[in-house]
């Protein structure tokens, strides 16, 4: 009996160490290409299990629907014409002849780029929160002399395996040096939806691989006795696309006089100087399967044209077309995003549950820029009074 006790004994401050939980920690997870609808195939237990528990509902993205002005406006609560991030692609006139690209590391790991809104992160830090970044896009770049904790190059071949277990061990670390707030992203079922299409079993392969990572990340969390404050998003859906319904550019105009910033669901057209007017007279007229305007004519509801890096004229595909310059330099059937931010199968993945989340609240489609507040809440940092997004448009998700 005193043998026991004495076991006891010995073993309780590491028990204790090891169940330490401080207060919770805030993780946001990004799943690149998580159409809000994949939740509804039954192939996810772990995310379904985490927003029958917590918040849930469809986002909308903002246009333009792709990978890295959405993950921008995420974290930073302003859409693209405003985080500065106005695609995956582009040019600057204050910095002529280079093409900011997702590709071309010389550029995006640019501050240039990145520097016309704030991330989640760099608030966290300068009020004193600890912050670490399991990969995501514009937080391998120093906003002024700030950058979070820990952060790492992004490396597209580092496993989802080894992204959450780096995750978790941040997690392991003693309170005074784990970070109180984390990002962790994952590229994978992008990648599928991209190659075989939203449809594919290739997606659903990918979506039930992720689900097991999150589910590995809440387990670990648990293990450790850390207790998470989740935010789970997409930064914009997929649609299924083919060669059959392909526009090229080149039947209307010849090719040396623009340069397509970006081509597929929309197409960014700046035109060469001097032949500004022929290149509109091609392009601003009616055409089946797309609408090209002057970015100063695009629908207020997008939000977008004002910024400089927007290019002159913008061509937005019908949903499911693809607009290339040229004939396809490899097949176009899989699938796409970059439409319409009005199309339903743009929409987003959003789960939040922890203790700052409402259970069981079912949001109606809201715009993602409002996740940033919602972000704040859970750290404890003020509203951006100057964001798009507002609290109040994700106040349901919010514990009372
Ligand atoms: P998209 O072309 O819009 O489908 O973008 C998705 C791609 O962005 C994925 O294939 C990722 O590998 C890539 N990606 C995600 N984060 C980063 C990053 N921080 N730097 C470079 N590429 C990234
Ligand atoms: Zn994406
Ligand atoms: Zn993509």
Redesign the pocket.
Known sequence: MRLILLIAALLLPVGLAAKESGRPVTVLVGI??FRADYLDRGVTPRLSKLAAEGATGPMRPSFPT???PN?YALVTGKRPDRNGITG?SMIDPRRPGVMFS??N?TQ?LDPFWWGEAEPVWITAERAGIRTATM??????VAYGSTRPSDWLR?D?NVGNVQRVNTLIDWLRRPTVIRPAFATI?F?TV??AG?RFGPDSAEVNAALAEVDARVGDLVDGAAKLGVTLNLVIVA??GMRATDDARVIQLDTLIDRPSYIAVETGPYAAIEPVTGTDDRVAKALLVPHEHMNCTRKEDLPERLHWGTNPRVAAIICIAEAGWTILSGPPMYPVKGGA??YDNADSEMRALFIARGPAFAKGARLAVFDNVAVAALLRAALGLPEDADADGKLADVQEALRR
């Open positions: 690149d290409g792709k990978t890295f993950h995956n997702l590709g590391a995006a990969f995501w896009p514009g937080s391998e992004y597209q992203y590229d992008d990648t991209h930064d914009h995003h970059g």
